[in-house]
């Protein structure tokens, strides 16, 4: 099976950056989608940002777009999150996902999934 491991999360101030990655290992996907998501305290597991194969196509939260940047290397089977500009309600755990298919906005189409790395982001 496909396993996820999320690194890169920590605190930071409001309007700072940090960097994740998600590098898979065991039995990988064929061509997979990747996606991240975010479960904020006391809110569901939402979408952040999705990634085709190639890497010729992405999708962002309109809560994150032009802030975030998603981005793979499949030659080091892991996928980034570039994030800029953090805001106070970006803090969440942050979670990568791949999906067999078509990565989408949709959780239930994620096959496999990362544990989290926590962003806390302060005013």
């Known amino acids: 099976q496909v396993q996820l491991v999320e690194s890169g999360g920590g605190l930071v101030q409001a309007g700072g950056s940090l960097r994740l990655s998600c590098a898979a290992s065991?039995?990988?996907?064929?061509?997979?989608?990747m996606g991240w998501f975010r479960q904020a305290p006391g809110k569901e597991r939402d979408f952040v940002a999705c990634i085709n194969w190639s890497g010729s196509t992405t999708y962002y939260a309109d809560s994150v777009k032009g802030r975030f940047t998603i981005s793979r290397d499949n030659a080091k089977n892991t996928v980034y999150l570039q994030m800029n500009s953090l805001k106070p309600e970006d803090t969440a755990v942050y979670v990568c996902?791949?999906?067999?298919?078509?990565?989408?906005?949709?959780?239930?189409?994620?096959?496999?999934w990362g544990q989290g790395t926590q962003v806390t982001v302060s005013s």
């Open positions: 996902a791949a999906a067999r298919a078509m990565a989408t906005v949709a959780p239930s189409e994620y096959d496999y």
């Open positions: 065991g039995r990988i996907l064929s061509r997979p989608g």
